[in-house]
């Protein structure tokens, strides 16, 4: 469950709303929430248009299986029943733990220049990080066909080596979500498989610094010393510090890194095999209502969403350089008319 709590910027001051030691007016929403089932969510949708149009119903069927633990409460409940209900997701394999409960999310979101901000964000997902068995996949297209497993990092890491082992090379591809800076290390555990991963500056960061640690234990950090906040004006700047970081997830055989960049779009970094080369694109953020896309909670799933619906709707995935921009020129659409409605 998702609680996404909006301040409201003090009209008279200008002041920023939200402050520590005391509350602050603003309103709250209660959605279904969480990583992966807002992908099942949004892939979900996706599919239902997409098999009701001509170029649907001439392929084989899209279908999206959800696989993840919840606690045996109303609020699992009315999640996995609205995904079946509405969206005709498979989730038979959910599993109900009645010892835990159904994970939370609070988000506290600010009012910067007229744009929501997440200013902190409290997590209580123990309920995923139980260890949970192997899973077939969470989005495959017709059977013996192509195959995304979209994988989370608010697994723990034996529940992401259970998802991915005896991954089938030829049929089956793995789709790393960061999910966040503390928990996008646990790619180590798993880099060997992943196929695609969609990080932002600080997850990107963090996770190659994680693979630096696992070749030499105890080495630094790739330092930054200009761009401590890793904050930028353009996408070319931020390929300019963070082109390294890219490299040592395509050493480690990482196809491709969409590298999420807020209103300065994404960076589709596409390895290209046996060549040793990479390839760069720049995909701008579409806009909504006139202003470019922001990174706001939701917008991202529904990037990553789109991206992999995009993906696995090819007869064969081959994770080729015009491939992959098209894939992150879909989910941008995708996450633009997600925060458009999320706006109104």
């Given at each position: 469950m998702?609680i996404?709590?909006?301040?409201?910027?003090?009209?008279?001051?200008?002041?920023?709303?939200?402050?520590?030691?005391?509350?602050?007016?603003?309103?709250?929403?209660?959605?279904?929430?969480?990583?992966?089932?807002?992908?099942?969510?949004?892939?979900g949708?996706?599919?239902?248009?997409?098999?009701?149009?001509?170029?649907g119903?001439?392929?084989?069927?899209?279908?999206v299986?959800?696989?993840?633990?919840?606690?045996e409460?109303d609020?699992?409940?009315?999640m996995?029943?609205?995904?079946?209900?509405?969206?005709?997701?498979?989730?038979?394999?959910?599993?109900?733990?009645?010892?835990?409960?159904?994970?939370?999310?609070?988000?506290?979101?600010?009012d910067?220049?007229?744009?929501?901000?997440?200013?902190?964000?409290?997590?209580?997902?123990?309920?995923?990080?139980?260890?949970?068995?192997?899973?077939?996949?969470?989005?495959?297209?017709?059977?013996?066909?192509?195959?995304?497993?979209?994988?989370?990092?608010?697994?723990?890491?034996?529940?992401?080596?259970?998802?991915?082992s005896?991954k089938?090379?030829?049929?089956?591809?793995?789709?790393?979500e960061?999910t966040?800076?503390?928990?996008?290390?646990?790619?180590?555990?798993?880099?060997?498989?992943?196929d695609a991963?969609?990080p932002?500056?600080?997850?990107?960061?963090?996770?190659?610094?994680?693979?630096?640690?696992?070749?030499?234990p105890?080495?630094?950090?790739?330092?930054?010393?200009?761009?401590p906040?890793?904050?930028?004006?353009s996408?070319?700047?931020?390929?300019?510090v963070?082109a390294?970081?890219?490299?040592?997830l395509?050493?480690?055989?990482?196809k491709?890194?969409?590298?999420?960049?807020?209103?300065?779009?994404?960076?589709?970094?596409?390895?290209?095999?046996?060549?040793?080369?990479t390839?760069?694109?720049?995909?701008k953020?579409?806009?909504?209502?006139?202003?470019?896309t922001?990174?706001v909670?939701?917008?991202?799933?529904?990037?990553?969403?789109?991206?992999?619906?995009?993906?696995?709707s090819?007869?064969?995935v081959k994770?080729?350089?015009?491939?992959?921009?098209d894939?992150?020129?879909?989910g941008?659409?995708v996450?633009?008319?997600?925060?458009?409605?999320w706006k109104?």
């Amino acid at each position: 469950m998702d609680i996404q709590c909006q301040s409201e910027r003090n009209t008279k001051t200008n002041a920023t709303a939200m402050q520590r030691g005391t509350s602050v007016k603003g309103s709250c929403v209660h959605t279904p929430g969480g990583v992966g089932r807002n992908i099942c969510e949004t892939v979900g949708a996706l599919v239902s248009i997409w098999m009701s149009s001509s170029a649907g119903r001439n392929k084989n069927r899209l279908s999206v299986h959800m696989h993840s633990q919840i606690g045996e409460d109303d609020v699992g409940r009315k999640m996995v029943e609205q995904l079946q209900r509405e969206l005709r997701v498979d989730v038979k394999d959910v599993k109900m733990d009645s010892s835990s409960r159904t994970s939370t999310v609070v988000a506290l979101l600010d009012d910067q220049d007229g744009e929501r901000e997440l200013f902190a964000c409290v997590a209580d997902v123990a309920d995923v990080e139980i260890p949970i068995g192997r899973v077939r996949s969470s989005s495959r297209i017709g059977e013996g066909q192509s195959r995304f497993v979209v994988c989370d990092a608010n697994l723990s890491e034996e529940s992401l080596r259970n998802v991915v082992s005896g991954k089938d090379e030829q049929n089956e591809h793995v789709f790393f979500e960061p999910t966040s800076v503390t928990k996008s290390v646990k790619i180590a555990s798993i880099v060997n498989v992943v196929d695609a991963t969609s990080p932002n500056a600080k997850e990107l960061r963090e996770m190659a610094n994680a693979l630096r640690r696992s070749l030499a234990p105890g080495s630094p950090p790739s330092p930054c010393p200009f761009n401590p906040h890793l904050k930028f004006a353009s996408a070319q700047e931020a390929l300019n510090v963070l082109a390294g970081d890219l490299q040592i997830l395509h050493s480690h055989g990482v196809k491709v890194v969409f590298l999420t960049l807020g209103e300065l779009g994404s960076i589709v970094s596409s390895s290209c095999g046996e060549s040793g080369k990479t390839r760069y694109a720049h995909v701008k953020a579409e806009r909504v209502n006139g202003t470019s896309t922001y990174s706001v909670v939701g917008a991202g799933d529904a990037f990553v969403a789109g991206v992999v619906f995009k993906l696995a709707s090819s007869s064969k995935v081959k994770f080729n350089f015009k491939e992959n921009v098209d894939a992150a020129a879909f989910g941008s659409k995708v996450a633009a008319l997600t925060l458009g409605s999320w706006k109104k």
